[in-house]
């Protein structure tokens, strides 16, 4: 058996190869006092209700572990629910990351995938998966433009013959996007939203572009008192733009320290966005017009580096191609930390 997972700031993705089926929770984990732990869907709606007894905990940030045992958990309950029947619990393990991972960091989600029961763990550049879901040409001398719009993590990858020729990554993501707005709330309206309640503010306002903004519940910090706050599209508008500012200057920065015929590619064949953060629907519009080339957002954008992990023929051909694939996950030397 070979699980595959995307673990990331916001959700976690995973399936096992020869499977279709895709797991897709919150990246989440609630602890109660007398010993019960409670992962995914369940632990999300507890947040922000959640009394003392019960400790939230987003285990990854920005590619990271945060919180070890909340991993291993994870990767635990993602082999139970996937491979329900199965006596025998070892397994291989390939895992989605970031560039610029550290060394230690690197070893810290090798170590998680064995103590959850892996006897192998590997690693693979997160956008190399979501090119080969997205069906682009990495292995030929073509310059393909990724770029994985998370929660946590924003990465522009430039890919060309099944390697990464640069990648640059900026730890900010869509979380971003909703603290500036309980921040603008609380600085604008001295009223405090939650960060739930703002999320699924920001999604409505993707889905229908006609709103002229939705009043959510929070509390009235003058009174101290629950109350309710028109929150005008404008304000969320901004908010995604100067995001998208960030997005641009990133894919700026790939495409610099990259040979002009790859950049020439890019310029024809368009960029590519994955990620939950390819939903924003206004995204598409304000980066072609920013950049001047196509962008094309697959299908389920947010599905597609556990997909694409599914389905890497490298991961099943690894017995024989070892030392490559580590290759891949090695960080690139145009590979660096944006901010
Ligand atoms: N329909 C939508 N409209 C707007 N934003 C969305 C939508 N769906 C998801 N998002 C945003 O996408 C982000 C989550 O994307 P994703 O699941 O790819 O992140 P992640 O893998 O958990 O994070 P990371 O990879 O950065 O660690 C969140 O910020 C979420 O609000
Ligand atoms: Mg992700």
């Not at 399936?15 to 007398?34: D, F, M, Q, R, T």
């Not at 304000?235 to 790859?262: K, N, R």
């Not at 072609?288 to 490298?314: A, F, M, Q, T, Y």
Request: hydrophobic share 40%; net charge neutral.
């Amino acid at each position: 058996m070979h699980l595959v997972a995307d673990l990331g700031t916001s959700n976690f993705y995973a399936g096992v190869i020869g499977s279709e089926n895709v797991l897709h929770e919150p990246c989440v984990v609630a602890y109660e006092k007398w010993g019960q732990t409670i992962i995914g869907v369940e632990a999300h709606k507890m947040l922000g209700r959640n009394p003392d007894i019960i400790e939230l905990i987003k285990p990854i940030d920005g590619g990271c572990i945060q919180h070890m045992d909340s991993v291993i958990e994870i990767l635990k309950h993602c082999v139970r629910t996937l491979t329900p029947r199965r006596v025998s619990r070892k397994f291989e393990l390939t895992l989605a990351i970031p560039s610029g991972l550290t060394k230690v960091e690197e070893r810290a989600l090798e170590e998680a995938g064995k103590s959850a029961g892996a006897n192998r763990v590997q690693l693979l550049n997160a956008t190399v998966a979501a090119a080969v879901a997205a069906n682009l040409p990495i292995e030929s001398p073509t310059g393909c433009l990724v770029v994985n719009l998370g929660a946590g993590v924003t990465e522009a990858s430039l890919l060309s013959m099944r390697g990464v020729v640069s990648s640059h990554r900026m730890r900010r993501g869509g979380s971003m996007i909703d603290q500036a707005i309980v921040e603008r709330a609380k600085k604008e309206h001295a009223f405090h939203i939650g960060s739930r309640t703002v999320e699924e503010l920001k999604h409505e306002m993707c889905r229908d572009l006609e709103s002229p903004g939705a009043e959510v519940r929070g509390r009235n910090l003058r009174t101290g008192l629950p109350d309710a706050l028109f929150v005008p599209r404008k304000m969320i508008e901004e908010e995604i733009d100067a995001y998208c500012d960030s997005i641009v200057d990133l894919i700026g920065q790939a495409l610099s320290s990259c040979p002009p015929e790859l950049a020439g590619d890019v310029v024809e064949r368009g960029v590519v966005l994955v990620g939950g953060g390819a939903r924003m629907s206004q995204i598409e519009g304000k980066l072609v017009s920013r950049l001047n080339i196509p962008v094309v957002i697959p299908d389920e954008p947010e599905l597609c580096v556990v997909k694409g992990l599914l389905r890497s023929r490298w991961i099943q051909n690894n017995r024989t191609s070892g030392s490559y694939f580590r290759k891949l996950v090695a960080p690139s030397q145009g590979a660096q930390d944006g901010h």
